[in-house]
């Protein structure tokens, strides 16, 4: 399977606090994105990392992408209670007409 | 704003009912897709349409049927509802196949 797998499955941190989550995929990617589902919601889009960029910011959203390890992190700096929701990677990983393939997603929890 | 609308938020059918579940975008966008979302399972794509009248199988067509006439309204169909079915169901849109994809908030299902 192309799906990316992200890691931690949960995630439960006090505000103020930082938040790293991780993916992993196994076969090489044009780019990797990183969305947010609220509870109950449809998807939102955070950032977007193609295969030959390593990092990117957005906000308090940093993104990493390791190639050579073929996994990504998304970082989330001094987090607040708003930053509640599951967090998906998406692996687009070339070709023609070449579908995004969706991880399961981790549950991140932000305690006030 | 890119904006994506699902029909309804939540819709409750019978077992053997022929369900439509409409998705419109406001972008011009050439790509759009149906997703279903089940607990452990992540986003999983049913089909995809890269034009009018242009669609193709994702990764569980089975029991699923789209339509697009035109470029802005991409429909799903339940030939047959099932109590499998019962999911949430996403539709999203993207300029590319492998380019930030913008999702609708989602029609919750229940097919009694």
């Known amino acids: 399977s192309q799906q990316g797998e992200e890691d931690p499955q949960a995630l439960s941190i006090q505000e103020g606090e930082n938040a790293t989550m991780n993916c992993s995929y196994k076969?090489?990617?044009?780019?990797l994105q990183w969305y947010r589902q609220n509870s109950g919601r449809g998807l939102v889009h955070l950032i977007l990392i193609r295969s030959n960029e390593r990092e990117k910011h957005s906000g308090r959203l940093r993104v990493t992408l390791d190639t050579s390890k073929k996994s990504s992190s998304l970082l989330i700096t001094a987090s607040r209670a708003a930053d509640t929701a599951s967090y998906f990677c998406?692996?687009?990983?070339?070709?023609?007409?070449?579908?995004?393939?969706f991880g399961k997603g981790i549950t991140l929890s932000v305690r006030p | 704003d890119v904006k994506v609308t699902q029909s309804s938020r939540y819709l409750v059918k019978r077992t053997g009912e022929k369900v439509f579940l409409e998705c419109v975008q406001d972008m011009d966008h050439e790509n759009m897709f149906w997703y279903r979302q089940d607990p452990g399972l992540g986003l999983r794509l049913i089909y995809f349409?890269?034009?009018?009248?242009?669609?193709e199988k994702g990764d569980i067509p089975e029991g699923y049927s789209v339509s697009r006439e035109k470029k802005e309204r991409f429909s799903l169909i339940l030939e047959s509802a099932s109590t499998n079915q019962t999911s949430m169901y996403l539709c999203?849109?993207?300029?590319?196949?492998?380019?930030?994809?913008?999702f609708g908030p989602g029609t919750r299902l229940t097919v009694l």
């Open positions: 999203a849109s993207s300029p590319q196949v492998t380019d930030t994809q913008y």
């Open positions: 349409s890269y034009d009018v009248k242009m669609k």
């Open positions: 076969t090489s990617i044009n780019n």
């Open positions: 998406a692996t687009s990983h070339g070709g023609a007409n070449s579908k995004l393939t």
